[in-house]
């Protein structure tokens, strides 16, 4: 495909990529195929800065791609298990960025299993995670919305 980025890389994540999160946090068409509420800003800095950067147990990265901040990957801890999550902007969804980001992203966090959890109806997401591995596990309810529970097994094809 033309529109592939080929310069995509990950690396960890400078305060001044908070601007740019949060501004993909706000993108109606995020917000509508996620179903996550955006934060403030305020209350956006502050998770970011105490919850995800200060929280010696999170695994997260800048993706940038281009050479321009794209999005971030991150794995944390929610009691025994270990999830995965991602943001991307926009103007990079359907060029590869997510692939080749995830691929870099699941060779720097091993923990297995690893699970991550999108809103059943952002088919795009669901197919990247199988893409890599995650398998159908269930399904989880954030507040009034169903979502997929996928992981990625100990063991290929577990």
């Not at 956006?44 to 147990?57: I, P």
């Not at 990265?61 to 999550?85: I, K, S």
């Amino acid at each position: 495909m033309s529109d592939d980025i080929a310069d995509v890389r990950i690396r960890d994540v400078l305060d001044s990529d908070l601007e740019a999160f949060l501004a993909y946090e706000h993108d109606q068409e995020a917000v509508r195929r996620s179903r996550f509420t955006p934060r403030p800003r305020d209350a956006f800095l502050k998770h970011w800065r105490t919850s995800v950067l200060g929280d010696e147990t999170c695994l997260v990265q800048t993706v940038v791609a281009g050479g321009d901040v794209a999005g971030h990957v991150v794995a944390w801890w929610e009691g025994e298990r270990r999830f995965l999550g991602y943001w991307l902007g926009r103007p990079y969804w359907g060029r590869g960025v997510g692939t080749q980001a995830l691929a870099l992203f699941l060779a720097l966090e091993r923990t297995r299993p690893l699970y991550a959890d999108p809103f059943h109806a952002n088919t795009a997401s669901v197919r990247l995670l199988e893409r890599h591995g995650f398998r159908h596990a269930g399904t989880l309810r954030h507040g009034d919305h169903e979502h997929v529970l996928l992981v990625l097994p100990d063991q290929p094809g577990g």
